[in-house]
């Protein structure tokens, strides 16, 4: 770490938001304090920015528990509107994961491999309010001899429910385009043939792990805007790998880190949890994310203060270089050029299309700043930070 003339701790300024005397940015406001005053400076003015990013991710879901049945059952098969759930946790638990699709999706049936519906919508009609279908099997055990049961549930009537997403947020990612003479269909969405498309998924400048690129914030105990409500970080999320490659500014040129998280699902929204179904792919869930980063030093005033244009992503070629998981980007962009709505491979001019909502992630990050000016939200100080590896000059 440099050595800072600004130190904050997590106390002072929690202390401060308490006192409703903290000053509170979002990531794009956070941009033009610190060119116009220097790090060291906005480092004194600022006591927290805020982040966002809404996206399909793909690594989530939620553990339900329906209640014991008269008399009681131990489930071994669970579906949910006809969405397999995970059922091999306890007797009346179960883990509805997002891509899971629906065996008798009828679109599946005209369009094999095209699905409708699947965990994702799931989680989406429970947080609106809507019922869901229930149906249970069981082998039947003296202590647990109910072998089937059936019931209609609001997520109201489920005695918990949580979701628990082994791998969100991205740090950052690839953009995606297709070198083959074929349409491919992928989780990036669909790619015409010969580089006629390019799609992205990340929110730049307001991805909250860009904005704590060696992750000296962020870890176990981190509160966060979740699903339109507050949740948790638990832990680094699967794939966490923050050795890629790093520009001079210290922002990854990669997926690298990734976050797992935790919340109470009775308290989000629909607004910012929302089933995603993908052609020729599957079924996913869009998910809104928001971090608060305390800047307790001008270090973290520098990090929040990356922009679009300086922050870069790789371009793979998901026609053979993904699927193989071998070979080098084609090229490197950044988010400011794609935001543009167009990018140059090998000469030629490509039209990018957004995965994720820009607008959906400035929101998340406003609806954050309101709720720490307002006091209702305390920044969590983490009780083990993710982890990272040294960058030299940060």
């Known amino acids: 770490m440099s050595d800072c003339k600004v130190n904050k701790t997590f106390a ?52 339900l528990n329906f209640g014991h049945t008269k008399p009681r059952m131990r489930a071994s098969k669970v579906f949910l509107n006809g969405v397999e759930a995970y059922a091999g946790v306890a007797a009346v638990d179960c ?71 082994p791998r969100n947020a991205y740090q950052n990612y690839n953009c995606a385009v297709n070198l083959s003479k074929r349409t491919i269909y992928t989780y990036m969405g669909i790619l015409r043939p010969e580089c006629m498309n390019a799609n992205y998924s990340t929110s730049g400048q307001l991805s909250p792990l860009l904005n704590d690129p060696l992750y000296r914030t962020i870890g176990i105990g981190t509160r966060i805007f979740l699903g339109g409500g507050i949740g948790y970080v638990i832990g680094a999320g699967t794939q966490h790998s923050p050795s890629v490659k790093r520009s001079e500014n210290g922002v990854v040129m990669g997926g690298a880190g990734t976050i797992s998280v935790r919340g109470d699902l009775k308290g989000m929204s629909p607004k910012f949890l929302r089933g995603a179904s993908l052609t020729g792919y599957g079924t996913s869930l869009n998910v809104g994310i928001g971090i608060p980063i305390p800047i307790l030093n001008e270090d973290m005033a520098k990090f929040t203060s990356v922009a679009d244009d300086e922050i870069m992503v790789p371009v793979v070629d998901y026609g053979s270089d993904y699927p193989e998981g071998a070979g080098k980007p084609l090229m490197y962009t950044t988010y400011g050029e794609l935001r543009t709505g167009e990018i140059t491979v090998d000469g030629r001019k490509v039209t990018t299309s957004p995965l994720s909502s820009y607008s959906a992630a400035r929101e998340i990050a406003s609806t954050l700043k309101e709720w720490i000016q307002s006091g209702r939200f305390l920044l969590g100080e983490a009780q083990e930070t993710l982890p990272s590896v040294p960058f030299e000059g940060c």
């Open 12 to 63: 002072e300024i929690n202390r401060k938001i308490k006192d409703g005397e903290a000053v509170v940015v979002t990531a794009e406001e956070m941009i033009g304090i610190a060119r116009e005053l220097g790090p060291e400076d906005a480092a004194r003015k600022v006591d927290v920015v805020t982040t966002g990013t809404f996206g399909i991710m793909c690594s989530s879901g939620a553990f």
């Open 95 to 165: 883990y509805i994961g997002a891509t899971q699709t629906r065996e008798d999706d009828p679109l599946n049936k005209v369009f094999p491999g095209r699905f409708r519906y699947g965990g994702g919508h799931v989680i989406e009609d429970l947080v609106a309010g809507r019922e869901v279908e229930l149906l249970c099997y069981s082998y039947g055990t003296d202590c647990y001899p109910l072998r089937e049961h059936r019931a209609k549930m609001t997520l109201k009537e489920f005695p918990d429910a949580v979701l628990l997403n």
